[in-house]
Structures are given as structure tokens and as C-alpha cells.
């Protein structure tokens, strides 16, 4: 099995009935993810597997996957991150601190692929917004290492989305604005199930949503001085926005599966979405942005004021689309022996845009306009499964055997943009920027295409020992055209103390193969320093440039890690459920972009680079921490309470390193500080009669900022926060139901970012939380 997860149990992935998925830490849920054994639980895993149901996920206000994730699992992070670029478009999540590429992504149990986007530190990982939630049936997450069972990137964890299956019809329309009276959205979403002829089943999804960009912003001093200084203009106030995108998306999938002969059944899922969104970047001062604003002898008599008389406050736009097909036939040699066949094809399209901006090297030359270029992402897998149960006299079970192969395919690409928009123009001799300004676009000498080939192999043993003691082992080669092969291992253990407590641990390896775009590709990058107010470009160049070389680059190798964990799991009759999980995970040649450099006197420099920097295996780290997760559900008075406790303590360290993060210590508090050590949920539902009332209180505990700068970069520390979040349901009857909510229902905010007030910030564009307020929302939801 490679990415096809937990592949043969695919084929009961729809079949568990609702009630055995009910309630997201319900040790007796059926699950499919981390094993190929037949009917095991949450209960019975060998480790720790969270589920949660569609009600679950539709109690989140939100329908990016990512902010429901955030809400229901403790150790899950996700950051909006303002006018950071494409980042706030393709969202980081971390998964137990670690980087947003080592937690693979399933869908159905294969392998979801990555977005187009290299984000923070050069991440390269699944986009989770791009997964409708109407058509999420559930989603269980695997908390342990598991490249030895799923291959690269499953360091941290698995993320296995399953889609619904059923015959059943399910619409909503949902409506939410913040109290401050922006960001108002609304999202349409619907599913609907039928039969096809006697075995077949097919279900359809569609999903619509666009939402209004948030603003948590104030005039900047400078914007106030210049206003000021020339009274006979009008400056907008404030001049530039920090808060959410305006976004608009369409997302359409099915979920199909019909039987042949015999036992043979045809499956096959596909998902398609499209987005739209822009985002404001920095206010340049026609005082004070001399880069663009000076006068220059190249264009005597132009005056980049005749155009944006007071500045002018880039726009950038992301349009992106996104599809996954998967296809396969499975069926049964015999009632021990089953196979599964499939082959799967994602891909990932991002369109960069700039409105309102200058090209000031091109002079009155320039466009006001650019298209920056294209990012694509194209993945193609193959898989073969087998689950063979050996019958053994001396044991309690047969022992499950399991074993596979896969071919997968990574091909990454990069269209040059609008020549305009990475032009070095006439005017850069007179000081004037280069490139289009706020976001250079991806020049011919960044343009191109790169793939990378994989082939595996994997054997997956699960041996019942005894009636209480069952013990698991894989063991997975795979070998990679661009860095050669690796071997990994697993092994774990379930110890049964009493029928509803028990004991469990595993220790495992694993890697996270670097891709292709990792590999060859070269970014060019903008800031704004926050003290001086003045752009600088730096450069992001590929391990195998000459001039990275020259810098020090070596080629790059996966990351390797080390997962030991145990934990207890228990039961009881009273209604009472929960698992408490120790970890602690070694990462080895952690990937990261080397520190900056300035370019050396006499080389060549075209385009126009303050610094340079590449990607690098920069150092090694161990993640320590605790999952504690328990559950109460029974009759309380003349209802019922589903009462859910998570709490999560995560704690990063950088062991050592020869550059960057290792040797650097302002890198390293960035990396062990910039999220919360602590973070829980306290989840109450009640239900009596045709109402339902949702409590949610959820903790994040002190974490660092930070901010960059052309000469270095300043802290701050922020502390604990809080955050209640109430809804009410009522039923009109088995078809109509109303949700009323509000997030943040005590509208409380964090500590201002005193340091980035010159830019006109509030809050921390960093903060792993939402920064906006509270988030009233109302929906009408229709099910039959």
C-alpha cells in the first residue's frame, strides 16, 4: 500500500453505520485509518486515531476544512497570516508543531496531493481547503508516525477525509458577518445520494461561498504625516488593509461505487474546485518610497505621482484550481484473500496577479496591471493492495497480512508571467525598483518543468499474540529517481490490561522525500522593512544554482525521524471514554531556507537582489508532548450530553545544525516560540427535545512573534487566550433544522502588535488564531 492508507479497508470506508461514528471520541467507532484489519475500532487501534463525524465538522462555522480541524483537534495550528503573499490564500497547518508537508493528507484513502504553493520555510503541502465540507462524511485522524505504512510526509500524522456514500440529501445555506461589520460571507452547499441499478451508489456534491475581506487595521503615521503635509489630497483611512482576503470558490465532487461479478466492485471519487481572491499589500508613500516615487534623468518629466498622487497599495490576486480523480477495482481471490487496484490523478493551478501597482524601472513604459505568472502542482499514483488473513492454530485470530506496491509520479511547474512584471528597467540605474511592484512575477530564467518518480514496496503484519495482546510491524522500501532509496519500519503494540483499558505504544521511522519544486525551483520575493519603510528584494534560489553553491548549498536529502509513543486507552459502561498518548518525535536534516546572504562583490547580479538565500537540511529538532482527549455521553435531566475534553502540550526543540535555525538564535526562538506550547478544547453538546445547544471553550496557550526585517528582526510576546463559542439548533422536525451561532462570542482579542503600528497593524499578522472579532453566523439546513 503507498498512499492508499488504510487501502483495502476502503472498502468498508462508507459502510459504518452513523450510529457507530457517533460522537468524535467514541472509542467504538469504526475505523479505516493506520490499519488493514477488519472491523477495528478506536478502542482496539494500536495508536491513537481521532474521528470526527459530519456533525461535528457542520458545528464549525467555518467551511475550510483547516479552521474545522483547528477547532476539533488540539494539536492541529492554522494561521491566516495577512498581506503575506500567497500564503494567505493557501493557509499553513501544523500538525504537533511540526511543518504543514510532514502530516500527509488521504482522501478515501489515497493520497491527496499537494498544493502548487512553497510556503513557510518552503513547505509543500495539501491544500485542506480545497476538500468540500458538505461532502465530508467524517475525517480520522491518525496521531503517530506512519511512513512505514503510508510512505513520505507521514511524519507527524495522517489526515483521512471520507466522503459520504449514502442514498440520503442534504442542503444548507449558510450566512456570517463580524461584529465589526466586515467580512460578511455566505456559502450554498449541498449533497445528495441515489442508487445506480441494484449495486451501484453514487453520490454528487456542490458547495458555493464568497466572503468580504476583514480590515483590523489603523492609519499609519506616515499616511497620517503625509495627509498632513498635503491637505489638498484625499488619503483613503486607512491606507491599507490587514485582515482577511475577499475569496470566492466553487467546489463540485462525486463518490461512486458499483459491483461487477461476483465481489468485484468498481470505485472511484473526483473533486474539482475553483477559487478567486485578492489581498492588499503595503501602502507605498509617494513621500517617502523613493524606489518608486524619485524623479529620474532616464524619464525626464515623468512623475509616478501623475498616476497615484497618494501612493498606491498593491493588490494581489490568486486564481487557482484544483481537481482530483481517483479510479479503482477491488475484490476477493477467496473469502481470506482480497485485492484493490487504483490509480489517481491531482493537480494544482495557482494564477498570480497585481492591480494597482508600477513597474517604476519601465517608467511611464509600465503597466498598472500584471499577470505574475503560474505555479502547477500534477501528481499520478498507482496502487496494488493485498490483505491476506493467515489462519494460525496456536492464536486467538488469524494474523492480517497485508502488502503492496506503488508507482507515484510528482510533476511541479512554473509559467513565466507578463515580461513587465520581473523586467529590471532603464530607471534601476537611477535607483528606481525593478519588477512589477509588491510581487515580482516568475521570470523566463524561473520558468520550466520538473518531476520526480517514486516506486515502493511494503509488507503490514498484525498478529493477535493472545485474546489481550496484539502486536503490529511494517516495513516499506521506496526508492526516488531525484535522491536514491529508503528504508523505514514500524512496530506497536496493544496490550488489553482489562476489557476497557489498555495499554499501547509503537516506535516507527520515517521521511519526507523533498519535491520537486523544492528541488529546482527559484523565487524572487518583496518586503517592507518596518523600521525604515523601504522595499527590498531578496532572492530564493535553487540548491544546485551556481550561486547558491558558491554560498554553500548542498544537495538535498529527505528528512528522517524517529516516533516513539505510548499511551492508555479506556471505556466504561458509565459513558465515560478517553486516551491519554505520550510522544516524542526526532527529526533529522529538517528542511528550511538557509539564512540570507548579501550577493558578493563582483557577481553578477541582474536581478537587482538586497540578499539571497536557498533551501537547505538545516538542522535536527525533538518534539515532546502529551495528547489527553476524553469523553462523557449520557442522559443528564430530560436530555443528552455529549461532553468532549482535548488538551494538547507540544514542545519543539533544535537539538543542532550546521547553519540557519541551528546556529542563529533569533531563528531558533522563532522555531521553538512562534506557536502556542499549550492548546485544548472543552466541547459540550446537549440535546432535549427538538433543541440542541453546542458549547465550545478553546485554550491557546503564549506563543512569540515576530518580524522580519532587512536587518533583522523583533519579538514580542503574547499571551494565553480564550475563546467561547455557542450555538443553537432547533428542529423543526426531521427534514428543516435553524443553527444560530456566534465564535468568539465575548468578542475578545489579543494584545496589539506595538512593533508593526508603523504599518498600520493591530493585531499579529502571525497569530495562531483568528484576530477578527466575534463571527455571527446563521444557517438553514434540509435533510431527507
Keep these: 500500500m503507498g498512499a492508499a492508507g488504510a487501502a483495502h479497508a476502503q472498502a468498508g470506508t462508507g459502510s459504518a453505520s452513523p450510529d457507530a461514528v457517533e460522537g468524535a471520541t467514541s472509542l467504538d467507532s469504526v475505523i479505516v485509518t493506520g490499519t488493514r484489519g477488519a ?46 503573499d500567497g500564503l494567505v490564500f493557501v493557509r499553513p497547518a501544523t500538525l504537533r508543531g511540526l511543518s504543514p508537508d510532514q502530516t500527509l493528507v488521504l482522501v478515501n484513502g489515497r493520497r491527496f496531493h499537494r498544493s502548487a504553493l512553497l510556503g513557510a520555510r518552503g513547505a509543500q503541502a495539501a491544500d485542506l481547503a480545497q476538500i468540500p465540507t458538505s461532502a465530508v462524511k467524517r475525517i480520522e485522524v491518525l496521531r503517530d508516525g506512519a511512513s512505514a505504512q503510508y510512505g513520505s510526509d507521514a511524519i507527524a500524522g495522517v489526515i483521512n477525509i471520507i466522503l459520504h456514500d449514502d442514498q440520503a440529501t442534504d442542503i444548507s445555506v449558510r450566512a456570517s458577518e463580524y461584529s465589526e461589520g466586515d467580512g460578511a460571507a455566505w456559502r450554498v452547499g449541498a449533497r445528495t445520494g441515489f442508487g445506480i441499478g441494484e449495486y451501484g451508489n453514487l453520490s454528487l456534491f456542490a458547495e458555493m461561498e464568497e466572503s468580504d475581506a476583514t ?90 505621482r501623475s498616476i497615484y498622487p497618494v501612493g498606491f497599495v498593491p493588490k494581489y490576486g490568486s486564481e487557482q484550481e484544483d481537481m482530483q480523480f481517483v479510479a479503482g477495482v477491488r475484490g476477493e481471490f477467496s473469502d481470506r484473500f482480497t485485492w484493490d487496484v487504483s490509480a489517481s490523478y491531482g493537480s494544482n493551478e495557482i494564477d498570480y496577479t497585481l492591480s494597482n501597482s508600477i513597474n517604476a524601472s519601465l517608467g511611464p513604459n509600465s503597466p498598472t496591471a500584471f499577470n505574475l505568472g503560474q505555479l502547477s502542482q500534477e501528481e499520478v499514483n498507482f496502487n496494488a493492495d493485498f490483505v491476506y488473513s493467515l489462519p494460525v492454530d496456536a492464536l486467538p485470530q488469524p494474523v492480517n497480512i497485508a502488502f503492496g506496491a506503488e508507482y507515484r509520479t510528482e510533476t511541479f511547474g512554473v509559467t513565466a508571467g507578463d515580461p513587465a512584471s520581473y523586467a529590471v528597467g532603464p530607471g534601476a540605474v537611477t535607483g528606481l525598483a525593478p519588477n512589477s511592484n509588491g510581487a515580482p512575477g516568475f521570470s523566463n530564467r524561473q520558468a520550466g518543468e520538473w518531476d520526480q518518480d517514486s516506486y515502493a514496496a511494503y509488507i503490514d503484519v498484525e498478529v493477535p499474540v493472545t485474546e489481550r495482546w496484539n502486536v503490529g510491524a511494517a516495513l516499506r522500501y521506496e526508492d526516488f529517481t531525484s535522491f536514491g532509496d529508503t528504508v523505514d519500519g514500524k512496530l506497536s503494540s496493544r ?54 553553491v558558491l554560498l554553500g548549498a548542498k544537495p538535498l536529502k529527505p528528512e528522517e525521524s524517529e516516533t516513539l509513543s505510548l499511551g492508555l486507552a479506556w471505556q466504561g459502561e458509565s459513558g465515560f471514554s478517553g486516551s491519554l498518548d505520550m510522544y516524542r518525535i526526532k527529526v533529522t536534516d529538517r528542511f528550511s531556507q538557509s539564512a540570507s546572504f548579501r550577493i558578493p562583490a563582483g557577481t553578477p547580479n541582474p536581478m537587482l ?176
Excluded at 494500536?46 to 476544512?65: C, G, K, N, Q, R
Excluded at 465564535?743 to 499578522?765: H, I, K
Design 39 to 84: 472491523n477495528r475500532t478506536q478502542f482496539d487501534t494500536l495508536a491513537p486515531v481521532d474521528v470526527f463525524t459530519a456533525e461535528d465538522i457542520s458545528a464549525v462555522e467555518s467551511s475550510d476544512l483547516n479552521d474545522v480541524l483547528a477547532q476539533l483537534v488540539p494539536s492541529f495550528v492554522v494561521q491566516r497570516l495577512p498581506m503575506n
Design 215 to 304: 480590515s483590523r487595521s489603523r492609519q499609519r503615521p506616515d499616511a497620517i504625516a503625509f495627509q498632513n503635509a498635503h491637505p489638498d489630497l484625499v488619503v483613503p483611512n486607512p491606507v491599507q488593509r490587514w485582515g482577511q482576503p475577499d475569496l470566492e470558490s466553487q467546489r463540485v465532487g462525486f463518490n461512486a461505487k458499483i459491483t461487477l461479478a461476483g465481489y468485484t466492485e468498481l470505485y472511484g471519487h473526483g473533486l474539482f474546485g475553483q477559487s478567486e481572491g485578492v489581498s492588499d499589500f503595503n501602502w507605498r508613500n509617494p513621500d517617502g518610497t523613493a524606489s518608486a516615487f524619485n524623479p529620474s534623468t532616464v524619464f525626464p518629466g515623468w512623475d509616478l
Design 495 to 548: 496490550f488489553a490490561i482489562t476489557p476497557n483499558l489498555a495499554l499501547r505504544g509503537s516506535y516507527s521511522t520515517g521521511f519526507r522525500a523533498p519535491t520537486p519544486g523544492q528541488l529546482n525551483s527559484t523565487d524572487t520575493g518583496q518586503g517592507l522593512d518596518t523600521v525604515t519603510l523601504q522595499i527590498f528584494t531578496s532572492g530564493r534560489l535553487s540548491p544546485d544554482d551556481p550561486l547558491a
Design 609 to 784: 537582489y538586497t540578499s539571497v538565500s536557498y533551501f537547505t537540511n538545516d538542522f535536527d529538532t525533538t518534539t515532546s508532548g502529551i495528547d489527553l482527549v476524553g469523553s462523557y455521553v449520557g442522559d443528564v435531566g430530560a436530555g443528552k450530553l455529549n461532553l468532549t475534553a482535548a488538551l494538547n502540550y507540544n514542545k519543539t526543540e533544535v537539538d543542532g545544525g550546521s547553519t540557519g535555525v541551528a546556529t542563529n538564535l533569533t531563528q531558533r526562538t522563532i522555531f521553538e516560540e512562534r506557536l502556542p506550547k499549550q492548546k485544548a478544547t472543552l466541547t459540550a453538546n446537549y440535546d432535549i427535545g427538538n433543541w440542541g445547544l453546542l458549547g465550545r471553550v478553546r485554550h491557546y496557550g503564549a506563543w512569540t512573534d515576530s518580524s522580519g526585517n532587512a536587518t533583522g528582526d523583533i519579538f514580542q510576546r503574547f499571551g494565553d487566550m480564550q475563546f467561547l463559542d455557542l450555538a443553537l439548533t432547533y428542529r423543526f422536525n426531521k427534514v428543516h433544522s435553524l443553527r444560530i451561532g456566534a465564535d468568539n462570542v465575548l468578542d475578545e482579542y489579543p494584545d496589539e502588535a506595538t512593533f508593526q503600528a508603523s504599518r498600520g497593524l493591530v493585531y499579529s499578522r502571525n497569530a495562531p488564531y483568528d484576530t477578527d472579532g466575534r463571527n455571527v453566523y446563521a444557517e438553514y439546513r434540509i435533510r431527507f
